[in-house]
């Protein structure tokens, strides 16, 4: 079978289970977040490595600084994405942590870097709980195991 052929079959079985779709552009729309996400955070690292003269101290603490604040801040981000939209949540989520990283650039100081990563995992948070949550709202009782 074809290439073009399985994938036109995908589509019509797909058109048959609307929910399919709808966790294919979920799972998507995390990857994209995630990856996103994942390269911002090496890039911080090269960064604040950059602004501190070589400082293996300031990397540190920005990694540290990002972990603790992640766990700290995880309770009420799971209840932020059980109490509102989930889709809200996350949208607003990703598009605040965009926010800060473009405060990075403006960001000169290692002091105000890592104040920056702090408030990045705070507001970038909520996104996995409510993704999670919104996952399990697209698939159908029946069809999940």
Do not use: Y
């Amino acid at each position: 079978m074809r290439v073009a052929e399985r994938l036109s079959n995908r589509r019509r079985s797909w058109a048959d289970e609307p929910f399919r779709r709808h966790v294919a552009s979920l799972s998507v729309a995390r990857a994209i977040s995630v990856t996103g996400t994942r390269a911002a955070s090496i890039a911080w690292v090269a960064v604040i490595f950059t602004r501190s003269g070589g400082s293996g101290a300031w990397v540190a603490a920005l990694v540290l600084t990002q972990f603790a604040t992640s766990v700290l801040v995880a309770p009420w981000a799971g209840a932020i994405g059980d109490r509102f939209d989930r889709r809200v949540v996350m949208i607003l989520s990703d598009l605040g942590s965009a926010g800060v990283f473009v405060a990075v650039a403006f960001s000169h100081s290692a002091v105000g870097l890592v104040v920056l990563a702090a408030v990045c995992s705070t507001v970038a948070a909520p996104f996995g709980p409510a993704s999670s949550a919104l996952l399990v709202m697209l698939v159908p009782a029946p069809e999940r195991a």
